[in-house]
């Protein structure tokens, strides 16, 4: 499956609220941030947490944040940036 | 009761405390999950799907794992730049020519600290760590509170660790959430040159591999 999204692209990340075994924090959902890398694609954890075997292989970011687009306040340098991994299907074009 | 019982330190703590009392049995108590596990062990056991001698080789395994691992990749990467570009675009095959085992990683990346960036690494959902290079990782990063507070005031946690960077240096905190694994390549203190490599491996500390902390400064001769 090859990836929908490249490095530099500007993503947000789904304000999805679903149950079960999600790996995407609550912390970025409905941010906005950039791909940083493509890490390759691995099997859908929400999918391998109940038995399942995961597949289709999602395609796995290195998303990018600005620490001040996160939280408000942001106590410390104006710089700082966070890096969250993010599977393909929590990911909208932006 | 046990009348003018010796009072002993007590091996697991340093709060002095009586054997025997109601105090000691709570404290040596085995909690709800550890009994679970240890029945789960001896269902494995009795039914024939684990040996003892087998858990006892993977607990080995696991033990002897250290920080001295990544110790060795960074000063390694410190001296050979050939080696740390490797160690940066192949990582499990650079570790593999230090003879360090990372196949059983998924797959994980170097985070290059220089001078304009630091990066910190957290597990904000659990304890993902690169244990094949670094064995186990030590209770504070498991804590709810590095947990929570690394990726909101990263600076903060830092501080309380004794690392304090300016304000152009910017701070990357990268949250292991899904398959990769991370380790930090810190960077290289100043006045090492000279340093054998084993000498530089002394200076990378387990917690400069995390990101708390920068790598040790070389001990510098004491002035009269």
Not at chain 2, 60 to 68: F, G, H, I, L, S
Not at chain 2, 112 to 137: A, F
Not at chain 2, 202 to 213: K, Q
Request: proline letters at 7%; hydrophobic letters at 40%.
């Amino acid at each position: 499956m090859s990836p929908a999204f490249k490095p530099g692209d500007r993503v947000r990340v789904k304000a999805d609220e679903r149950a079960g075994h999600v790996r995407t924090p609550a912390y970025v959902r409905g941010k906005l941030g950039w791909v940083e890398r493509i890490h390759g694609a691995f099997r859908d954890p929400e999918k391998l947490a109940y038995g399942g075997d995961g597949l289709p292989l999602q395609p796995l970011y290195m998303v990018g944040f600005h620490q001040t687009d996160l939280w408000r306040p942001y106590a410390a340098s104006g710089g700082d940036s966070l890096y969250v991994d993010i599977y393909e299907h929590w990911l909208e074009r932006v | 009761m046990t009348p003018a019982a010796t009072r002993t330190v007590c091996a697991r703590c340093t709060a002095h405390c009586s054997p025997g009392t109601s105090e000691a049995a709570e404290r040596n108590k085995v909690p709800f999950h550890g009994k679970r596990i240890y029945a789960i062990r001896e269902l494995l056991v009795e039914k024939g799907i684990l040996t003892r001698e087998e858990i006892q080789a993977q607990i080995d395994t696991m033990e002897a794992r250290t920080p001295a691992n990544g110790a060795r990749l960074v000063a390694r990467a410190w001296v050979d730049p050939a080696f740390k570009q490797r160690l940066l675009t192949e990582p499990k095959a650079a570790c593999l020519e230090m003879g360090i085992d990372a196949s059983s990683l998924t797959e994980f990346v170097v985070l290059e600290n220089t001078d304009t960036q630091h990066h910190l690494v957290v597990c904000t959902l659990c304890s993902c760590y690169p244990r094949p290079i670094l064995g186990r990782p030590p209770d504070w990063y498991k804590s709810f509170a590095y947990r929570s507070r690394a990726v909101v005031e990263p600076r903060a946690i830092m501080r309380e660790f004794g690392t304090e960077l300016p304000d152009d240096v910017e701070v990357r905190v990268v949250d292991s959430s899904a398959d990769m694994r991370y380790l930090v390549l810190p960077r290289r203190p100043d006045h090492t040159e000279g340093l054998s490599e084993a000498e530089l491996a002394a200076l990378v500390t387990r917690d400069s591999m995390i990101g708390v902390t920068q790598a040790k400064q070389p001990h510098l001769a004491p002035s009269i």
